[in-house]
């Protein structure tokens, strides 16, 4: 394939999501694997709209993806200004052109007339939409209009009559009958354009060759294609993606579900994946698949295996259910494809986060022992806060053993203290033997014996292996704790 030009262009209008971020993702492996350009278009010309710190947030979510441009606002590029803030002053030049082409006309509908239009075609129960009435405004009348001064916005003069057929990459050919199409304000009463014509000149001057994009164009395509062709531009390829749908499959996903996820742990915006722990390989990999495969059953990919792999034919457009238990699959796949080193430094941030001060020694022998059973890094807290404490802290009733009471407990800890008090081999194997012999001999059973040193030692009822842990707190911290233990559970009697 021949390299392409993408572009990626989200509005500042709220926080970027995973459809977003799988549009920006589909751009980039196209423009990575055609050796072509990737470009970020911020496109901010809704000021009503425009939220404070959404461009860079959107900056941040892609560049935690991986998902670099290679021409955008911060970066500038052959084909700037990259904001189309930026730019709006040309597209009136574009709009009176396609007035002198006869494709657009002046409109001087005041707001009253186009309400009081829109009530009698909807208690008509017609479809609502412009009815036409400046379309025959004589040219030279409408420019006397508009030189005097009077109010007025710029539209599209949709055929009269015939069809009208575009074509998606992935649905084929979607015709309309041309009398469906509304006359689209293309220049506001205040000189601004509007999405579709700003969207068609910009992609036309950034010769875009792909378009992308989220299949809520849909119902506007048609319209975008007639206003590439009435300038006699070739189109650019056009490629809706799917929709994402609610977990449960039913309906698409709002706003309200969103703030319901996250008391699971879960989002659907990409920065708090990872504030939440997850990996940016894995949830590139995810969105990847939500609307994409290589083959029925390949599922771990990379970003390199993405760029080398991905291709338009296997887009798949229909709707796709946000799945959020194949996330956590593919973060702990990612997790554990990881070098150590790696995990480490990303691990670190999270305990530190939580209160604890993670040395690197420790950290270093402790990722081994937890990685297995990772979903997130925010999981190494539950795991192995307690490897960074002086004194953990303990449920006393957590302590007894099985079958056992406090007493009788505290006698196993007591004995445990005196043999570990003796021995200089605090190696996991050491202890293996050691404890083992000393249940052996005693009247207990492993169960037991080791169930109240894991809570003794660790704080918790669950931890990494009992003996590399206790290698790893080492003996000095190891014997407080047990000591600590004895007192807490001499208190219960
Ligand atoms: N600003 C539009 C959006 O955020 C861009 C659509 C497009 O890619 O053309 O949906």
Redesign the pocket.
């Known amino acids: 394939m021949d390299p392409v030009r993408v572009?990626?262009?989200?509005?500042p209008?709220g926080r970027l999501h995973l459809g977003?971020g799988r549009?920006a993702l589909y751009n980039y492996l196209l423009a990575a694997q055609t050796g072509g350009q990737f470009i970020l278009r911020i496109?901010d010309t809704d000021r009503k709209r425009y939220v404070e710190g959404a461009e860079q947030e959107i900056y941040d979510s892609l560049r935690w993806l991986g998902l670099e441009w290679d021409e955008g606002p911060d970066k500038g590029g052959l084909y700037g200004p990259y904001r189309q803030s930026e730019r709006k002053a040309i597209y009136l030049d574009y709009a009176r052109k396609l007035v002198d082409l006869g494709h657009a006309y002046y409109c001087f509908c005041t707001p009253e007339r186009l309400e009081s239009v829109r009530r009698e075609q909807q208690a008509n129960k017609q479809s609502t939409r412009y009815d036409g009435a400046c379309r025959h405004i004589g040219p030279e009348d409408a420019l006397r209009r508009v030189e005097s001064g009077e109010r007025h916005v710029i539209r599209f003069r949709s055929p009269d009559e015939g069809q009208t057929t575009v074509t998606d990459l992935l649905r084929g050919n979607i015709t309309v009958e041309n009398e469906t199409i509304d006359d689209f304000i293309l220049i506001k009463s205040d000189g601004f354009a509007l999405?579709h014509l700003a969207?068609a000149v910009v992609?036309h001057l950034m010769k875009i060759t792909h378009?992308?994009?989220?299949a809520?164009?849909l119902p506007t395509f048609p319209l975008h294609g007639l206003i590439h062709r009435a300038f006699g531009w070739q189109e650019p390829v056009w490629v809706h993606l799917s929709v994402f749908l609610k977990p449960s499959g039913s309906g698409k996903l709002s706003k309200r579900d969103a703030a319901e996820l996250i008391k699971d742990g879960h989002s659907i915006f990409l920065k708090d994946f990872h504030t939440l722990g997850y990996l940016p390989e894995a949830v590139t990999n995810w969105i990847a698949l939500m609307g994409w495969s290589y083959d029925d059953h390949t599922e771990i990919f990379s970003m390199k295996d993405l760029v080398e792999k991905f291709s338009l034919i296997k887009l798949n457009p229909s709707p796709a259910a946000i799945n959020f238990s194949k996330l956590d699959h593919f973060n702990g796949v990612h997790i554990r494809q990881l070098p150590q080193d790696d995990l480490v430094s990303r691990i670190g941030p999270f305990l530190t986060r939580a209160g604890y001060n993670p040395d690197i020694q420790t950290l270093e022998k402790v990722a081994p022992l937890i990685r297995e059973r990772m979903v997130t890094l925010d999981d190494s807290v539950d795991m192995a806060g307690f490897f960074f404490q002086d004194a953990v802290t303990l449920e006393p009733s957590d302590l007894i053993g099985k079958d056992l009471d406090a007493s009788q407990t505290a006698v196993i800890v007591k004995q445990v203290h005196e043999l570990l008090q003796q021995t200089d081999d605090f190696s996991a194997d050491g202890l293996e033997q050691l404890l083992r012999e000393f249940v052996d001999q005693s009247a207990y059973n492993n169960k037991q014996v080791f169930g109240i040193l894991r809570v003794a030692i660790t704080g918790q009822r669950v931890s990494p292996p009992l003996f590399e842990t206790m290698e790893i707190v080492g003996k000095d911290k190891a014997l407080v704790r047990l000591l600590h233990a004895i007192a807490l559970l001499e208190k219960i009697n």
Do not use: H, K, N, Q
């Open positions: 572009r990626f262009a989200p509005s209008t977003g549009t496109e999405y969207a992609d378009v992308l994009r989220g809520e164009w």
